[in-house]
T-cell receptor, first 114, second 112 residues
Framework: DAGITQSPRHKVTETGTPVTLRCHQT?????MYWYRQDPGHGLRLIHYSYGVKDTDKGEVSDGYSVSRSKTEDFLLTLESATSSQTSVYFC?????????????FGEGSWLTVV | QQQVKQSPQSLIVQKGGISIINCAYE??????FPWYQQFPGKGPALLIAIRPDVSEKKEGRFTISFNKSAKQFSLHIMDSQPGDSATYFC???????????FGSGTKLNVKP
């Protein structure tokens, strides 16, 4: 295992409520990512971080925000959850010190918005 | 715009057969092409990867074939086994850029 813990692993929430997913790593990797996985769309990047307090948008960032106050933690917040955000969310990490980097994924967080 | 296009969406292969999954990309600056394997309820895990300076890479029963001029690469699983049944994702990234683009995935079912 890559030393990535996601929480919660499963959550059901109501439309309009805020939701925060947490990713914790023990590898001290610089880069952290949030992806969502949906049938027919594969893995799509929501946001990523290249250091503490350094984040950037991915291809499907609308409705999501992130924060990284410590190297080991990367939080994904759905500001006001919608049914279209029902998905499986994966946190991932990669190491900056290798020319060809491998990205390692967590076990996923299943989110249902009702 | 999808950076990496993957096909087929699903694949059924008999045990012992060859599974072939194809990917195509547009950005000629991509220079690292990994494949990920995902079992139900788990996160994707790196299976095998190739750089464009070689045309083929083999690891056990898994082979990546790379065609730089066609901007295509494929995963071949020889002697496919029921334990290979999983979803496979191709990906592409840029040297030292730490940003990965994934295909839409192929669900492989190997029948015993």
């Amino acid at each position: 295992d890559a030393g990535i813990t996601q929480s919660p692993r499963h959550k059901v929430t109501e439309t309009g409520t805020p939701v925060t997913l947490r990713c914790h790593q023990t590898e001290n990797h610089r880069y952290m990512y949030w992806y969502r996985q949906d049938p027919g769309h594969g893995l799509r990047l929501i946001h990523y971080s290249y250091g503490v307090k350094d984040t950037d948008k991915g291809e499907v960032s609308d409705g999501y925000s992130v924060s990284r106050s410590k190297t080991e933690d990367f939080l994904l917040t759905l500001e006001s959850a919608t049914s279209s955000q029902t998905s499986v969310y994966f946190c991932a990490i990669s190491d900056e010190d290798r020319a060809y980097n491998t990205i390692y994924f967590g076990e996923g967080s299943w989110l249902t918005v009702v | 715009q999808q950076q990496v296009k993957q096909s087929p969406q699903s694949l059924i292969v008999q045990k012992g057969g060859i599974s072939i999954i194809n990917c195509a990309y547009e950005n000629t600056a991509f220079d690292y092409f990994p494949w990920y394997q995902q079992f139900p309820g788990k996160g994707p895990a790196l299976l095998i990867a190739i750089r464009p300076d070689v045309s083929e890479k083999k690891e056990g029963r898994f082979t990546i074939s790379f065609n730089k001029s066609a901007k295509q690469f494929s995963l071949h699983i020889m002697d496919s086994q029921p334990g290979d049944s999983a979803t496979y994702f191709c990906a592409a990234s840029l040297y030292n850029f730490n940003k990965f683009y994934f295909g839409s995935g192929t669900k492989l079912n190997v029948k015993p």
